[in-house]
């Protein structure tokens, strides 16, 4: 096996795990460069290389400050790195993006020029499904077609209405924390409505969603709030949740929740791309 495979082999144990990371690849080198076309490394959030070898100095700050923006953003990148009078040869400054193309100055003695693809390997978003319901079912099913890791959170005796989950949780008490994005949704339909709304405002998530009327998702909250549980825990509860499509039966309904997620994550993402 290859250097090169070592890297993806340790890349693949590091996603099956959840951690994110930067696999960055040299896709093109011209001139005298250390790193030649096909050698990887993996760069960790906190901004350090675990892994691999992808050049000297002259090409480090650009690609760790690639890494950085594809953490935040999640988009792919390609880095051009080259020497300052062919950068103006080009017409572009350093730091500049053309094209799809961002550039940098590489300022080593060796002239090289360097093409460096950096790609973010992020967690994949997380799905939690509070509840047994038709709708419920049908939003699990869904959310695993969309690429989301479900959990189906619900009593023991109710697991048996999903059968192909990735992960289960007897009842609603979900983990504090979660390494990528977390949607939960709470399908209960007067099974559990509580405990599980309980449970779901109970930890951070990006999205919380209730499958429920206005004035009974009101109802709800105004007893939570004799409870205890925060005013601003509540206000993040989506009540009724999913975008307005007229749906009637459980998979149209589910079909307006996981529409209304993928709206909401995709505006997320897109606002850290125009911060960065």
Same mark, same amino acid.
């Given at each position: ?9 340790? /890349?693949?144990?590091? +996603? ?7 696999? %960055? ?44 923006? #594809? ?6 990148? !390609?880095?051009? &790195?080259?020497? =300052?009078?062919?950068?103006?040869? +080009?017409?572009?400054? $350093? ?8 550039? @940098? ?6 002239? =090289? ?9 992020? $967690? ?25 890791? &479900?959990? @189906? ?14 992960? +289960? ?5 979900? $983990?504090?924390?979660? $390494?990528?994005?977390?949607?939960? &949704? ?9 405990? @599980?709304?309980?449970? #779901?405002?109970?930890?951070? %998530? ?5 499958? %429920? ?6 109802? !709800?909250? %105004?007893?939570?709030?004799?409870? =205890?549980?925060?005013?601003?825990? !509540? ?23 996981? @529409?209304?997620?993928? /709206? ?13």
């Amino acid at each position: 096996m290859s250097y090169a495979e070592d890297i993806l082999s340790l /890349a693949q144990n590091m +996603r099956e795990k959840g951690s994110p990371f930067v696999l %960055a690849t040299v896709v093109r080198a011209l001139a005298s460069t250390c790193a030649k076309p096909g050698a990887k490394a993996i760069i960790l959030p906190n901004g350090t290389f675990s892994e691999g070898w992808i050049g000297s100095g002259c090409t480090r700050g650009a690609v760790l400050k690639a890494a950085k923006d #594809a953490l935040e953003d999640g988009q792919s990148r !390609l880095i051009s &790195v080259e020497p =300052g009078d062919l950068l103006a040869k +080009r017409g572009v400054a $350093p730091g500049e993006e053309r094209d799809g193309v961002h550039y @940098a100055k590489n300022s080593c003695p060796s002239r =090289g020029c360097m093409d460096i693809f950096v790609e973010p390997m992020l $967690p994949r978003p997380e799905m939690f499904v509070c509840g047994s319901s038709p709708v419920a079912v049908a939003t699990a099913e869904l959310a695993a077609k969309l690429g989301f890791a &479900v959990t @189906a959170c619900v009593p023991a005796s109710d697991q048996e209405a999903f059968p192909e989950v990735e992960k +289960r949780i007897e009842g609603y008490e979900l $983990p504090p924390t979660s $390494p990528g994005e977390r949607f939960i &949704v709470v399908s209960t339909q007067g099974r559990g409505d509580d405990a @599980a709304l309980q449970g #779901a405002l109970a930890v951070d %998530a990006d999205y919380v969603a209730f499958i %429920a009327s206005s004035r009974k998702a009101e109802a !709800l909250k %105004a007893k939570l709030q004799e409870r =205890g549980l925060p005013a601003d825990k !509540l206000g993040r509860l989506r009540a009724p949740a999913g975008i307005d499509i007229h749906a009637v039966t459980p998979e149209e309904i589910a079909l307006s929740v996981l @529409a209304e997620i993928v /709206a909401f994550r995709r505006s997320q993402l897109k606002g850290h791309a125009h911060e960065a």
